[in-house]
């Protein structure tokens, strides 16, 4: 089971951008799926973005274009760039991680066994 560790979260105004971070540890990083969810307060959690192993991606449709995932396998970390924020991005931003010998991307939260612990992302008009 790999632990997860988020941070690089903040308050920003709409049109700003943040970098979040997912440190990882326990295991080995390369093997996983890894993916970025979020939660806004009263909605339920939803998928932002997903990578595999050998580097594809998937996007939700609300953040295509503007946020961009990466993984760098030698230090165990996990990266979400978000450009172009908007006052809708603001919620609690989630690494989460699965082993999947397939390399399948999924969105779905159900999918995965690792999570962190969140880092808060505020975007003001």
């Known amino acids: 089971q790999v632990q997860l560790v988020e941070s690089g979260g903040g308050s920003v105004q709409s049109g700003g951008s943040l970098r979040l971070s997912c440190a990882a540890s326990?295991?080995?990083?390369?093997?996983?799926?890894l993916a970025w969810f979020r939660q806004a307060p009263g909605k339920e959690r939803e998928g932002v973005a997903v990578?595999?192993?050998?580097?594809?991606?998937i996007y939700a449709t609300a953040v295509k274009g503007r946020f961009s995932i990466s993984r760098h396998n030698p230090s165990g970390t996990l990266y979400l760039q978000m450009n172009s924020l908007k006052p809708e991005d603001t919620a609690m931003y989630y690494c989460a991680a699965r082993q999947d010998v397939y390399d399948l991307l999924y969105l779905d939260e159900s999918r995965y066994t690792s999570w962190g612990q969140g880092t808060q992302v505020s975007v003001s008009p």
């Open positions: 990578i595999g192993r050998i580097g594809g991606t």
């Open positions: 326990g295991s080995t990083f390369a093997t996983y799926v």
